[in-house]
């Protein structure tokens, strides 16, 4: 998204994130795109209530680029994105207020024109098991529209899924009255 003040050029970009390894990832990105920029200031959340988050000036007034970046975020109500906001200088000054006004716009302007996705949340079970009873865990699991992320078939399998987490009490019930079962949950 491009927003323009005073001859300088602001342009915003919004990534889906999950880990900080992935917005330094966008960010390295982002920086070979525009390599000549001024400034690439940003934000970002990750975490169900985002509790993970930072918002850089990359060299601006502090307070006047990553703050307005992130408290758009917050605004927003989006958590696990990253919004970085690149800077061509236009050889005029704005002052802190222009630029707080100029990062806000292009930051706002730029989640307006996302494509927002909604996750539905997740609870990881790790479950271990006799092998004859593969086809049991595994119908299980199926019915429950779980994700299977690691299986490892021994004399005693273990299984690690992801499950919504709206059903954990469901399958934490039905895996309770199966015999010969271990199972907790990360």
Request: hydrophobic content about 35%; overall charge negative; some cysteine.
């Amino acid at each position: 998204m491009l927003y323009k003040e005073k001859g300088s050029k602001f342009i915003g970009f919004a990534y889906p994130v999950d880990q900080e390894s992935d917005f330094k990832k966008a960010l390295e990105e982002v920086k070979l795109l525009h390599p000549k920029a001024t400034h690439h200031c940003y934000a970002f959340r990750i975490g169900i209530k985002g509790e993970n988050y930072r918002a850089n000036d990359d060299g601006e007034p502090s307070g006047s680029a990553g703050l307005p970046i992130y408290n758009q975020l917050l605004a927003h109500e989006l958590t696990n994105i990253f919004v970085v906001v690149v800077r061509y200088y236009g050889g005029t000054k704005l002052g802190v207020s222009g630029l707080v006004k100029a990062y806000k716009e292009t930051a706002k302007l730029t989640l307006e024109s996302a494509e927002i996705i909604t996750k539905e949340l997740e609870s990881e079970v790790h479950i271990s098991f006799e092998f004859s009873q593969q086809n049991q865990i595994f119908t299980l699991l199926n019915k429950l529209d779980a994700k299977i992320i690691d299986f490892k078939t021994e004399e005693r399998c273990t299984i690690s899924a992801k499950i919504k987490l709206a059903l954990k009490e469901n399958i934490s019930e039905q895996l309770s009255e199966m015999q010969n079962i271990d199972f907790n949950f990360s």
